[in-house]
């Protein structure tokens, strides 16, 4: 079985691809009622065009037990290649971690999830026991207030250089990453932060949510997230790719040409520098 990393790698280079698609089905937004059929409907019309699938859970669970099974036909509708990542930021001690960690890789049979690390490595420890399953640190988040607590200067208790507190999540998630299969979440508002986390943490896969809807710049964060060969970034555009139609009948369609845009912009960059999938 492909570790989480294998199989992204092998899903961007096949569909030429950093984008992820975030699956966040809002009633208020979707021109059908039906979610499963909904997100159906956009994973066939984009299944060619993206490296992964994000669900963020908190959509789901908000529709109570109809959005459980909602999910669990997302899940299946995604063909086996792509990634999966499980978007729930969980984050506990002890034993709630490792039920969480079985709920996420066992249960639901995520390739990949994102974690708050704000507990330290013992919060963390039960999701990177699953060895051939990713774990993507929420590092930097994408909304204006994460300035309040994020950039905070900190300095460690044994000493040493002062650093603002998202670059000591960064090099902590590096620290914890023996097995390999660590990435981070960085949010493209910020793309100074992101090539500063990039620089510190060279070769793991780094997460972008931002773009579109967040209006974080999809060229700065794409060029701060990709590593020196151009790869390791996922981009990831929701709402901006879910509801670009309104029409039930085109917004499959419209959701295509949206991420078709998206992918083929950030192509063009990596072409840019030589940095192409053809190389």
């Known amino acids: 079985m492909p570790t989480f990393v294998e199989k992204l790698q092998a899903a961007a280079e096949r569909n030429n691809s950093l984008l ?61 290649w792509i990634p999966i990542i499980g978007d729930p930021k969980r984050g506990d001690i002890g034993n709630t971690a490792a039920a969480y960690a079985k709920a996420m890789f066992d249960v639901w049979g995520f390739d990949c999830v994102t974690v708050n690390a704000f507990g330290g490595q013992d919060s963390v420890e039960p999701f990177l ?41 960064a090099i902590s998630a590096a620290k914890w990453n023996t097995h390999g299969n660590v990435g981070l979440v960085v949010g493209a508002t910020y793309p100074d932060e992101l090539e500063n986390i990039r620089d510190l943490c060279p070769d793991m896969p780094i997460l972008i949510p ?54 083929d912009r950030m192509n063009a960059m990596l072409e840019d520098r030589n940095l192409g999938w053809s190389r």
Do not use: H
Not at 28 to 44: S, T, W
Not at 57 to 70: D, I, M, R, S, W
């Open 20 to 80: 992820c698609v975030g699956l966040d089905p809002d009633p208020k937004l979707m021109p059908i009622a039906d979610v499963a059929e909904f997100n159906r409907a956009i994973i066939e019309a984009t299944s060619d065009l993206v490296c992964a699938y994000k669900p963020n859970l908190a959509f789901y669970e908000a529709l109570g037990p109809a959005g459980n099974e909602a999910l669990r036909q997302t899940i299946e509708a995604i063909p086996s």
């Open 129 to 169: 026991e699953y060895r051939d399953k990713g774990v993507l640190v929420w590092c930097r988040s994408s909304n204006p207030g994460a300035r309040e607590l994020q950039d905070l200067i900190s300095t460690p208790p044994q000493g040493g250089d002062s650093r603002p507190f998202y670059e000591w999540v």
């Open 210 to 263: 931002g773009v579109g809807a967040q209006e974080g710049s999809l060229e700065r964060s794409t060029m701060a997230g990709i590593d020196v060969r151009g790869r390791n970034a996922m981009v990831s555009a929701s709402r901006g790719v879910l509801y670009a139609g309104k029409d039930p009948a085109t917004y499959p369609d419209e959701a295509r040409k949206a991420a078709l845009q998206l992918r």
